[in-house]
């Protein structure tokens, strides 16, 4: 009897081992350094917690498609400054609106480079989004001429973007409330509609998926469409944030996306995943990097911390098939 | 060496837990030096479990493993090489992308002083099996047949008293299984044992000297080939006895369904044929004549120009898959778990998937209907799995195998393209299969047949199909033509 009450201790924490990691966390730093739950640093969490998520819920419909994209860095580096170049002549609403859709349509046209190309395994389509995003890095940087480009030059209003950026509703970042929309939006498409489970069955079994009547080349497609169209609102909420877009913001999301996903226990395999899991990633990433800074670690052993992070979860993630 | 025992392989009371089921239930067997020994049984009956614990796999629970008179606690897959067990999986352990000699001495070059000596050992070894494969050949270039040479000749390269073949006739064409034949008798008389784990029984009477049934993780009975006839080892295997192995032959052949026309490729010729309403048309042929290529052409799996498709009197194109299940087309695959199945999504969702287009309304996928169409085709199928949920890789082949039938079922498919459809599973499935297919054309469907199994064939059919080189070169009333006629055009 006591042994199977055991077992579904043990069994609560194979299946919820994010989340332990996150309470562990907690409870650790906050012995060691009571400050980490004053109000002052909950609240900077909070706002840290800005475009990584959008970056990490887009990337997680290509890895459930199964497959990959390093091209966010450019998009995110790109609709950056192409957003605040357009402030003055197009107002801030047709700015954020034309940002937006050029993050989408720069995922869309990964998708049909990589659909044209017949890019079908992971290496592939590794590669060809990491040239991808080296153009999108390059035509920022033609664009900006490496200058730093600050929303505060704007001749015109950018009211929208220092209320994503700074504004609070309640204790709550608006940009947070923002997120948990869109997030429960994709949360439903991925479960609920056909296209959210075309991803999930092309990322099971591509060759299944088409004999049974899916397009895979649309479908994968969609996925990357998604991912973009997620990274321009990363984008928008990192230059809230620093108020500011240069032509490599963008730098190391992609890492960190993936990190996210992977700790949240969406397989590389792809497939099996979720986006509300990828959230619980993003909050043990956050916080470990708030942790990290509290105790006074120094930023390269964030470095080494992170990519043990990422080992251990794949590692973990492998176990689990056994 | 002085020889201890009788015995190269003693096998006390194994027995194997995996959560919630004992796999092996103590498990003896004894296999004496020299002999070929076949295990047969249907599948889950621990065949595979048993074979991955004595290969090193798996660790055994309880029990004695005894080989060649040493006890054996704990091995490894390589410990169990050097000791001499080898393992041939159906699904071979080769590196296409390297050469035969390069294959058979895998990671070991230097006990052969370098590539030289590999080769010329590579040679002496396939010389010894009467193999004249090039041992400079890639084995990606290879056939079915002669890539198991070069795993035989592997095997023997490690001085292997207990070679253990694992369904190997799987990808044989029956010339090719003549030439196993003929290998094993050669390493039985060296004194190599040979376990035959195999579906098929007319080969384990032709080969085997001793035979073990096992079912449910049980051995039922171990008697010498000459004491068991068909009927006993399928009764034993099955724990009741089967009357047919198929079921009556369906008749309900009606008007023309779906013409072909000048289907061309560069590997299909002038392929023409009709199909009728509630026929059972059989394709066959050697492995790589072309079947597959016809069917996959037909249902827009492969992009194919200039061939004419009337379905129901009208002219129609079927340039994708999806155009093909919308106009009334389902396919079974040849390979299951590559292009059927998604292993690891529950069963319900493998059920489902070809559905989910008439289950969706704006976008949105109506989940309790999808839960209906799950458990109907679980039941109407009579699919053993513990719940809906369940991941099908967990099931057996023969449950799979039903899972994607189901999927189609669903639809009430005009015509079912099978590939294949009892490869690998046991005699009880293949039975209900058979039934399904029968009820199918009862319906008014029509079916295409792809099988390397004659009697299947023969049995099920209204008309068969001869495929040779791409090219149809026969066509034969099943009631009629006997397997040699057949055979005859086959090989052409």
């Known amino acids: 009897m006591t042994k199977t009450k055991q077992n579904s201790v043990l069994e609560f924490f194979k299946q919820n081992l994010v989340l332990c990691g996150i309470v562990v966390l907690i409870i650790v730093t906050a012995i060691a350094e009571p400050k980490f739950l004053g109000a002052a640093n909950l609240n900077n969490v909070l706002r840290q917690l800005g475009p990584l998520p959008f970056a990490a819920l887009g990337m997680t419909f290509v890895i459930i498609a199964g497959f990959i994209d390093l091209s966010i860095v450019g998009i995110i580096s790109l609709v950056g400054v192409i957003t605040v170049g357009l402030i003055d002549p197009l107002g801030q609403g047709g700015a954020l609106l034309v940002g937006i859709l050029l993050g989408a349509f720069l995922g869309w046209l990964n998708g049909l480079v990589l659909t044209t190309c017949g890019a079908m395994t992971q290496a592939e389509v590794l590669f060809i989004t990491y040239g991808m995003s080296s153009i999108y890095m390059a035509l920022a940087l033609i664009y900006t001429q490496s200058e730093t480009l600050r929303l505060a030059k704007s001749e015109k209003s950018y009211s929208i973007f220092t209320t994503l950026g700074s504004k609070n509703l309640g204790i709550i970042p608006v940009v947070l409330i923002l997120f948990i929309v869109i997030l429960v939006l994709m949360h439903l498409f991925l479960r609920k509609t056909i296209w959210g489970r075309a991803i999930s069955l092309l990322g099971g079994n591509k060759d299944a998926a088409y004999l049974v009547g899916f397009n895979v080349k649309s479908t994968m497609r969609l996925a990357y469409t998604i991912n973009g169209l997620m990274s321009g609102l990363a984008s928008i909420a990192l230059l809230s944030r620093v108020t500011t877009a240069t032509a490599t913001s963008g730098t190391n999301y992609e890492t960190n996306a993936i990190l996210c996903v992977v700790v949240g226990g969406t397989t590389l395999k792809g497939g099996k995943g979720s986006v509300l899991r990828t959230m619980l990633g993003v909050v043990l990433i956050t916080l470990l990097g708030n942790c990290m800074n509290m105790l006074g670690l120094s930023t390269y052993m964030q470095t080494v911390m992170r990519g043990t992070v990422l080992v251990v979860a794949i590692w973990l993630d492998n176990r689990k098939e056994l | ?492």
């Open chain 2, 1 to 492: 060496m002085e020889k201890t025992t009788d015995y190269i392989l003693e096998v006390k009371d194994i027995c194997k837990y995996f959560p919630g089921v004992k796999a092996l239930d103590h498990v003896s067997l004894s296999i004496p030096f020299g002999v070929v020994y076949g295990i047969v049984g249907e599948n889950g009956a621990g065949k595979s479990t048993l074979m991955k614990i004595l290969s090193g796999v798996y660790e055994k629970d309880e029990g004695t493993v005894i080989f060649n008179g040493e006890t054996i606690e704990h091995t490894t897959p390589i410990q169990a090489l050097r000791r001499g067990l080898s393992i041939i999986y159906q699904e071979f352990n080769l590196v296409n992308t390297m050469t035969v000699g390069e294959n058979i001495f895998l990671g070991r070059f230097w006990e052969n002083k370098g590539m030289r000596g590999t080769h010329k050992k590579a040679r002496e070894l396939l010389d010894s099996i009467g193999s004249t494969i090039s041992t400079y050949s890639l084995v990606g270039d290879l056939s079915a047949s002669e890539m198991q040479m070069v795993e035989i000749a592997k095997a023997l390269s490690f001085d292997s008293k207990l070679i253990i073949m694992d369904e190997p006739s799987s990808s044989l064409t029956s010339e090719e299984l003549k030439k196993l034949g003929i290998i094993i008798n050669q390493l039985r008389d060296r004194g190599v044992s040979v376990i035959y784990i195999s579906h098929k029984l007319d080969e384990i009477f032709e080969y085997c000297n001793i035979v073990t049934i096992m079912r449910d993780g049980c051995v039922i009975d171990t008697k010498p080939v000459e004491e068991l006839t068909r009927s006993d080892m399928i009764a034993k295997m099955v724990g009741r006895t089967i009357e047919n192995e198929y079921p009556p032959r369906a008749h309900f052949v009606g008007e023309p369904l779906l013409e072909v026309r000048n289907l061309n490729t560069h590997k299909l010729h002038d392929i023409n044929f009709t199909l009728h309403k509630g026929e059972i048309l059989g394709l066959v042929g050697l492995v790589g004549a072309g079947r597959t290529e016809i069917i996959r052409a037909l249902y827009g799996a492969d992009k194919v120009k200039g061939h004419e498709v009337i379905l129901e009197g009208k002219p129609v194109k079927i340039p994708t898959p999806k155009q093909a299940k919308q106009a009334g087309m389902a396919l079974v695959p040849e390979d299951r778990k590559r292009e059927g199945l998604i292993l690891p999504f529950s069963v319900e969702s493998n059920i489902t998937m070809a559905s989910l287009e008439d289950l969706t309304h704006m976008g949105i996928v109506d989940s309790s209907k999808e839960a209906d169409i799950g458990k109907r085709q679980i039941e109407a199928l009579a699919i053993k799995t513990p719940t809906p949920e369940t991941k099908v890789v967990t099931l057996s082949g023969g449950n799979q195998q039903k899972c994607i039938v189901g999927r189609w079922m669903e639809r009430n498919p005009k015509i079912l393209i099978l590939d294949e459809p009892t490869r690998g599973i046991d005699v009880g499935a293949k039975f209900e299969i058979y039934v399904l297919m029968n009820k199918i054309v009862e319906a008014g469907g029509a079916i295409i047949m792809i099988s390397s199994e004659l009697p299947e064939v023969l049995n099920m059919s209204n008309r068969v199909l001869v495929i040779c080189d791409g090219r149809i070169t026969g066509e034969f009333n099943p009631e009629e033509a006997s397997a040699t006629d057949i055979m005859d055009k086959a090989i052409g």
